[in-house]
């Protein structure tokens, strides 16, 4: 928290509107539209719930096929199933770490129909390749719908992730770079869209007096308390993205030195918020590192385990290079906090040289 989250609430309480909706939800929806400049944004539950909505006024049903990144948390995925629609997952390059759009056209091609949509993740706060992957989603008529569940305030080509395809997804959950405790907030260059998605987010209630229903919706909306907080959070958006930056670069200057690591790459023309400092050992078993860190109480993890390797999903539609698998068999988020300090950050990668040796 920044500090001034309380003051937001105090407004919601004293302005008695603490159940569902009221003032503060449209005042955080107005500031993700004035940030990421995404005319429309409707603030939800969840990010989760936002992907949901997409696929559902998208008309994504029965049977249709969704590419999708795989590696990536099942946060992004699990829609696509809750629509009984077909995941098709397509892995990621080495340059950016997320969906290669070499791999989406060759699942394009492949696919045993014409895909309905393409989810695709910007992991780590960092952008995929949007260019190559919006002109493959123009030329092949597939909604786009990118998951900046963790890449709030990253650029592409000076543009915010989740502004570039028929919807955006940001997430809030306890996490992510800004929370509201938990919330998701779903963006579209599409007005009617988002108006459709506020409908089913609010149970589908039909324009009556009593409650009238001709079709069946969820109760998804963000709540006015929720929503206080996110607009203090916004206020400290910039300086967070700073402060990840910053621990990334001390990440950097304290193990860049190191021959067998690698840090994420950043991708050229784009400003990502480095939501955690990541990096991946070429000898090393990262688990080792991992077990070293712990005994000293410090918590780090493996990334992702990509979606194709997933029990789950066992025997489901997927165009691999195994560049995630490597990811995931090598590499190691680190502690990113930004309370972190740069005493912290020494102390971290002491222990890491410490345990390589
Ligand atoms: C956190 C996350 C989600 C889900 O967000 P919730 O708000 O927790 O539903 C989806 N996709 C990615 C990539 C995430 O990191």
């Given amino acids: 928290m920044s500090g001034r989250e309380l003051g937001y609430i105090a407004d919601a309480f004293q302005t008695n509107y603490i159940a569902p909706l009221g003032p503060m939800v449209e005042r955080f929806e107005q500031s993700i539209c004035d940030y990421t400049l995404s005319p429309n944004a409707l603030a939800l539950s969840s990010a989760t719930a936002a992907l949901h909505l997409a ?4 008309g994504v049903g029965k049977g249709d096929i969704v590419l999708t990144s795989s590696f990536t948390f099942i946060g992004s995925v699990s829609p696509i199933l809750y629509q009984n629609a077909i995941p098709c997952f397509i892995d990621s ?21 014409k895909p309905k949509a393409l989810i695709v993740t910007h992991l780590y706060g960092q952008c995929a390749d949007l260019e190559a992957i919006v002109a493959l989603c123009k030329e092949y008529n597939i909604y786009l719908i990118e998951d900046a569940a963790e890449s709030l305030g990253a650029t592409y080509k000076d543009r915010q992730s989740g502004t570039f395809g028929d919807f955006g997804v940001y997430s809030f959950n306890g996490n992510k770079i800004l929370t509201t405790s938990g919330g998701g907030m779903l963006v579209s260059p599409h007005k009617e869209l988002i108006d459709k998605a506020r409908f089913y987010a609010t149970q589908a209630r039909d324009d009556a007096p009593h409650y009238e229903h001709t079709d ?3 109760n998804y909306r963000m709540s006015n308390v929720l929503a206080a907080i996110g607009v ?15 621990i990334f670069e001390w990440y950097k200057q304290e193990l860049g030195g190191v021959d067998e690591i690698a840090f994420m790459p950043e991708l050229a023309d784009t400003v990502g918020n480095r939501w955690l400092t990541t990096l991946v050992f070429s000898k090393s078993d990262p688990d080792v590192i991992r077990v070293a860190l712990e005994k000293e109480n410090i918590e780090s993890r493996p990334l992702w385990k990509a979606m194709h390797l997933q029990p789950l999903f066992a025997g489901a539609l997927c ?16 502690p990113s906090g930004t309370q972190m300090c740069l005493e912290d950050v020494s102390r971290v990668s002491g222990l890491i040289i410490k345990a390589l040796r």
């Fill in 93 to 113: 390059d080495t340059k950016s770490w997320n969906l290669d759009p070499q791999l989406l056209v060759q699942a394009i091609k492949n696919a045993p129909q």
């Fill in 55 to 58: 696929l559902r006024v998208l």
């Fill in 232 to 246: 203090a959070q916004m206020e400290v958006l910039d300086e967070r993205i700073a402060k990840k930056r910053q």
């Fill in 216 to 218: 069946f919706g969820y």
């Fill in 319 to 334: 165009c691999q290079n195994g560049t995630a698998q490597a990811l995931f068999d090598k590499g190691l988020c680190l």
